[in-house]
């Protein structure tokens, strides 16, 4: 249900029913001639990495609530930077380790990480003397649709393997993502996603994340060089 708003706005062409039980009348069977999972269709729209298509962004976000998010979160002179960091198992890093780039001059940063972690992130803040934003107003678990309208609001997206990504990748930014020494199948072992056109890739091998979070910098840093002020 959480997905609905998104969906229905992003994919115009797609009827898209809330899974209830007991079933929506929408889902009678006598209405289809095919059914099908939604992880199947890879198998027969993506056979091969030719057949990926180049578009940059095929998710759209609420754009009255991304623009005004933008307004609040902006600052004169610098880019717009979400970060998430935490998840479930070896994906997850501490904020910490983030701290080389949290630190770069011209960059805003906002907490785009679902759950409670205001300890952490008031702790970082402070050693390291930076303002890390942590919008209250935002409550990705229970308003996922807000949580897509704020990364929309990003010019660029750093984060381990977890919604944050498959979301800002949808939306077609910038974005650079650590994954754990054994990746998620979707990324065909490969450092570019083959869904998105944006999206980075640093795999910790060995579970070890100090070379891979140093690839993420300095990748990171040539971007923030380029981006217009």
Request: aromatic share 10%; proline share 7%.
């Amino acid at each position: 249900e959480r997905l609905a708003p998104l969906f229905r706005r992003s994919f115009e062409y797609v009827e898209v029913v809330v899974r209830r039980d007991p079933p929506d009348d929408a889902l009678n069977p006598s209405r289809f001639d095919v059914q099908v999972p939604i992880g199947d269709l890879p198998r027969y729209l993506r056979p091969s990495l030719a057949a990926f298509p180049t578009a940059s962004s095929y998710l759209r976000s609420d754009a009255e609530q991304t623009n005004r998010l933008a307004r609040r979160y902006r600052r004169p002179g610098c880019a717009t930077i979400g970060i998430a960091w935490a998840s479930r198992g070896a994906k997850s890093v501490p904020l910490m380790a983030f701290s080389r780039l949290l630190k770069l001059r011209g960059t805003r940063w906002v907490s785009l990480q679902y759950g409670d972690h205001k300890d952490e992130i008031r702790a970082v803040s402070q050693e390291l003397g930076i303002d890390l934003f942590d919008d209250t107003e935002i409550d990705p678990l229970g308003d996922f649709d807000g949580s897509v309208s704020q990364t929309a609001a990003m010019d660029a997206v750093v984060t381990i393997q977890n919604a944050t990504l498959h979301v800002a990748g949808g939306l077609g930014l910038p974005t650079f993502a650590l994954t754990p020494a054994v990746p998620d199948w979707r990324w065909l072992g490969r450092d570019k996603s083959p869904w998105h056109a944006a999206v980075n890739l640093y795999r910790m091998g060995d579970g070890r994340q100090d070379g891979a979070i140093a690839r993420l910098a300095a990748d990171f840093e040539t971007w923030l060089a380029h981006f217009p002020r």
